[in-house]
Structures are given as structure tokens and as C-alpha cells.
């Protein structure tokens, strides 16, 4: 079974630019969250979408925003790029949200801005 | 902000000594995961605990919760040289995949 992927695995992209980033869960799951992982910061969450819709969100900017299609894919996308936006970008999928599932992660997305 | 603490910060051991690392977190949980990062690559799931549960092992790794002192541990045996890496515990935030995360502990065992 195939696990987590992300696309790309590497970005650069200069200040001011917006980027898109894609994250395909394992098959059969359906909740799909994201997380940024910065040296200052830690693991920090972003979102979280189950069916399409988001279910939480955590305390970033409005240029962070996200979205789940039919299929269980996820984007997120991040507009006006800044310096501090540079960072590992991590999707986790687990078949459902809920106390006992376990979260599988994907190898990231490295995003510099430059 | 993050929820949980790992100590130590940094650890290292020789090649087939075992490598203890701790996880503190401030809220009531369901669960507890423990993750291994390599070299700021993907997180890769090494155990899910329970609240309920109050020792669990998968293979080398030996996980305990105590719930009281909101705490864990994370042990692993026999280590080895691939065994280097970061290793972060994470709490769920009882919605779902929304985790916190500890600092992490990087792991470095000495061949």
C-alpha cells in the first residue's frame, strides 16, 4: 500500500509569490491534516479536513489556507510569501478523525523563500 | 503553541546501549503517538498509545504512559547506528488529527 505523498519535494519561490502544495493520503483514508515544522517553531498544525470540509484550523495567518477534493487529496496554498513561510510542510492521513487512529506522515515539502 | 516536552534535548549512546527519552504534555489525552524524524525528512509512526493503556511494545521499542504525571517514555533497546534520528511525541487534541507536538529528542548512536 502505498503511504503518504507529497508533491513537490523541494520549492523555492521568492517573497511576495503565492505556492501550492499537494498531499494524495493512503488509500482509504479520508482525514488529512497538515503541519509546518520550522527550527524556531517546532511542529506546528496548520489544518485539518475530513470529507471536504476543514474541521479545525490552527493559529496561522489567512495567506495559509487549504482544501480537500472528492477524492481525499489535499492542497494547501500560501499567498504572499514571506521569509518565515520557509519550512518543512508535513501532511499526515489517517482513515478518520478520531481518538484511535493512527497518523501517517508524508516526507514533507521544503519550501524556501527567498 | 506546542503542547508537549521531550528530555533530553540530545542524546547519545554507543551502538547496542539503550536509548531512554521522556515526553511530558499539559492537557488530558486520548492518545499518545511517538514519531521518528530523520534528518528533517517525513515523520515515520513508531507506536499509538492509549489513555487506557499503560505499557505497549512493538518490537525494540517499549512505550509506557502515565497519565497521572502526564508523561511517557520512550524506550529502545539494543540500539543500533540507524536508530539516529529525532524522535517526537505527539497528543492529540481530542479533535481529531490535530496533534501537539513535543521538541523532539535527536538521538545519536555512536557505532
Known amino acids: 500500500k502505498a503511504g503518504v505523498t507529497q508533491t513537490p519535494r523541494y520549492l523555492i519561490k521568492t517573497r511576495g509569490q503565492q505556492v501550492t502544495l499537494s498531499c494524495s493520503p493512503i488509500?482509504?483514508?479520508?482525514?488529512v491534516s497538515w503541519y509546518q515544522q520550522t527550527p524556531g517553531q517546532g511542529l506546528q498544525f496548520l489544518f485539518e479536513y475530513f470529507s471536504e470540509t476543514q474541521r479545525n484550523k490552527g493559529n496561522f495567518p489567512g495567506r495559509f489556507s487549504g482544501r480537500q477534493f472528492s477524492n481525499s487529496r489535499s492542497e494547501m496554498n500560501v499567498s504572499t510569501l514571506e521569509l518565515g513561510d520557509s519550512a518543512l510542510y508535513l501532511c499526515?492521513?489517517?482513515?478518520?478523525?478520531?481518538?484511535?487512529?493512527?497518523?501517517?506522515f508524508g516526507q514533507g515539502t521544503r519550501l524556501t523563500v527567498v | 503553541s506546542q503542547q508537549g516536552e521531550e528530555d533530553p534535548q540530545a542524546l547519545s549512546i554507543q551502538e547496542g546501549e539503550n536509548a531512554t527519552m521522556n515526553c511530558s504534555y499539559k492537557t488530558s489525552i486520548n492518545n499518545l503517538q511517538w514519531y521518528r524524524q530523520n534528518s528533517g525528512r517525513g515523520l515515520v509512526h513508531l507506536i499509538l498509545i492509549r489513555s487506557n493503556e499503560r505499557e505497549k511494545h512493538s518490537g525494540r521499542l517499549r512505550v509506557t504512559l502515565d497519565t497521572s504525571k502526564k508523561s511517557s517514555s520512550l524506550l529502545i533497546t539494543a540500539s543500533r547506528a540507524a536508530d539516529t534520528a529525532s524522535y517526537f511525541c505527539?497528543?492529540?487534541?481530542?479533535?481529531?488529527?490535530?496533534?501537539?507536538f513535543g521538541t523532539g529528542t535527536s538521538l545519536t548512536v555512536i557505532p
Open positions: 488509500s482509504g483514508h479520508r482525514s
Open positions: 505527539a497528543t492529540d487534541a481530542n479533535t481529531g488529527n490535530q496533534f501537539y
Open positions: 499526515a492521513s489517517s482513515l478518520f478523525p478520531g481518538e484511535e487512529t493512527e497518523a501517517f
